[in-house]
């Protein structure tokens, strides 16, 4: 798999973790362009890279569908069975800018669950393929109390001494507003083998860990999947648990993404040497069927906030990120703290330092993201 690795990403990715691969963009190119390129991509893995042969595969359609099926790839790709949908979406995993929660107090420390993120697991895509509505139409339709859908993926990892499939599910309401694509294109291209190829998940405005690479069998049920990553992973803690108390039932099952920002350069403990003002870029994004509408970054630790102007900031999508730029003043020498903050359709905003979000299972730093920079006017 690692030959892999060589052959699909680019050479300069920052390998987060080497086995699983879970690797990341260097930050200067992340927001070069509004679409990342596929060899850019992040990688979030928790076992192996599966290699299926594109002309054997099937998908299983079951559990409580009207009528069973099983789908070769060229009848999921038949446009006169199952219409195409393309997205501009995002990908988010919900451990990106961990590395900050693990300098304030490190947590859980399953490291190799817990891949130590810097600002660049996300990344935005054109997707291609089939709202999975279509697909469990094609099938009849749902029986019963089916108020969850499972998907599983063909990779295998091992977590507390068993082996599993990777396998999560979601709810119904997120299938049924054509917000679930069966994907088999990345950016106009074959879906690489490193993302799930032939055919994965992509839930828009879901943590990443939703959207299911390697997928092979799909499974309408009552209840959220029984299975570990579903139950045991992925979830959210009040600060009031920690070593002491951390129990799967206190966590909360993170499924929107929040809104969130980075700054991307200038890069953290940089020199800048400028003549009143320093240029600052990074992304906005916000799941959960929101998008950003403000960027607002601060030169001064966040006392006095700046407004990114509307034409600085990149085409807006219904689930994608937003890059932006700013020329923001400063006179101020010496060591500073710039500061960004998003706001989305919702008039929801970030929360304000690393510590009032810290979680014991390190997910989801969400808070305005700080750099320090010296500054010499
Ligand atoms: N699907 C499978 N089968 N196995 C995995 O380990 N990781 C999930 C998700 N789907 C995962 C998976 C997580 S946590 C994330 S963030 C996204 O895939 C990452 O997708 P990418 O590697 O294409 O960027
Ligand atoms: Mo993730």
Known sequence: SWETVLKEKSEDMIHVLQFPYNGEAPSGRLIKTELTNNKDHFVRNH???PDIDPDKWTLDIGGLVKTPQKLTLAQLQDGSIFPRQSNIATLQCSG??????????????DELINAPWGEGAIATARWTGVSLKKVIKYCGGLVGNADNIEFYGADTYFKKGSVHNYTV?????????????????MNGEPLPKIHGSPVRVVVYGYIGARSVKWLYKIKAIHHPSAAPVQRKEYLYYTPQIGKQNAQYSNGFSIQDMPVSSAIITPQNMGQIIHDGKIRLSGWAYSGGGHWPVRVEVSGDGGSIWYEVPAENMSTKYFYA????????????????EMCVRCWDNAMNTQPTFVRSAWNWDLHV???AHRVKIYSIN
Do not use: C, M, N
């Open 47 to 49: 076992g192996g890279i």
């Open 96 to 109: 990106t800018r961990r590395i900050e929660q693990i300098h304030e107090y490190p947590g859980d420390g």
């Open 321 to 336: 990120w937003r890059t932006w730029w700013i020329d923001l003043p400063v006179d101020a020498e010496g060591w500073l």
């Open 169 to 185: 599910s979601v709810p119904w309401r997120k299938v049924k507003a054509h917000e679930v694509l069966l994907a088999w294109e």
């Open 365 to 367: 730093t969400s808070s």
